[in-house]
């Protein structure tokens, strides 16, 4: 089975620096989607950025990017210019586009943002 | 467009009970995932359903169980409840195949057993 791996339990950001949350996976196929959710305190999750396996292209959503390295199996989350509302709990996640719709999660990583 | 509701959103049971929890996918979305919350654990795989068929089922006992119904509504229901099953219950919904989308996940079902 694929695992997800978050090795930040916990991190803390300056409010408008830049924080970077890290994410390994382990998986033997070559065709997968990665994902990073958000889960405010007491909020559903919501997706924050998503990329697909085999763009080599690294996502980015407004102040949210990826650095996706296939080879190593990693898939790192950078916020820029971070806001106290993206203190959050952070989960890193992935799915095979082979065996439908199970994701594998990371546990998670909480970020604090100081103002 | 109304998002994910499950239903109830806390609730407390004694061990040995059972539980019914209820989740309302976003309209159009057929498939419906079921996942375990737990601090340090993540969010752990129990099952999904798409046309009221079971197409993935996680690493759980067979306590735990769930349905599909025709207007895309799942339940999941968790038999002789022990103190280890409290967690939050996350419902997620997603178009289904061929979409290769995001899951949209529902705000939880707060369980606790004492």
């Known amino acids: 089975a694929q695992t997800v791996t978050q090795s930040q339990p916990e991190m803390s950001v300056q409010e408008a620096e830049t924080v970077t949350l890290s994410c390994t996976y382990d998986?033997?196929?070559?065709?997968?989607?990665l994902f990073w959710y958000k889960q405010p305190p007491s909020r559903q999750m919501i997706l924050v950025i998503r990329q697909e396996a085999y763009k080599q292209q690294n996502a980015t959503e407004n102040r949210f990017s990826v650095n996706f390295q296939k080879a190593a199996k990693s898939f790192s989350l950078k916020i820029s210019d971070s806001q106290l509302g993206d203190a959050a709990m952070y989960f890193c996640?992935?799915?095979?586009?082979?065996?439908?719709?199970?994701?594998?999660f990371g546990t998670g990583t909480s970020l604090t943002v100081i103002p | 467009k109304a998002g994910v509701t499950q239903t109830p959103r806390y609730l407390i049971k004694t061990r040995g009970q059972q539980v019914t929890l209820s989740c309302s996918p976003i309209s159009g979305h057929r498939s419906v995932s079921w996942y375990q919350q737990t601090p340090g654990q993540g969010l752990q795989f129990l099952f999904e359903y798409f046309s009221e068929t079971q197409r993935n089922k996680g690493n759980f006992p067979g306590r735990f169980s769930g349905r599909q119904f025709s207007n895309s509504r799942s339940e999941m229901n968790v038999s002789t409840l022990e103190l280890g099953d409290s967690a939050l219950y996350l419902c997620?919904?997603?178009?289904?195949?061929?979409?290769?989308?995001?899951?949209?996940f529902g705000e939880g079902s707060r369980l606790t057993v004492l």
């Open positions: 996640a992935y799915r095979s586009a082979l065996t439908g719709n199970q994701f594998y």
């Open positions: 997620a919904s997603s178009l289904g195949p061929p979409n290769t989308g995001e899951l949209f």
């Open positions: 998986t033997s196929e070559s065709d997968y989607y």
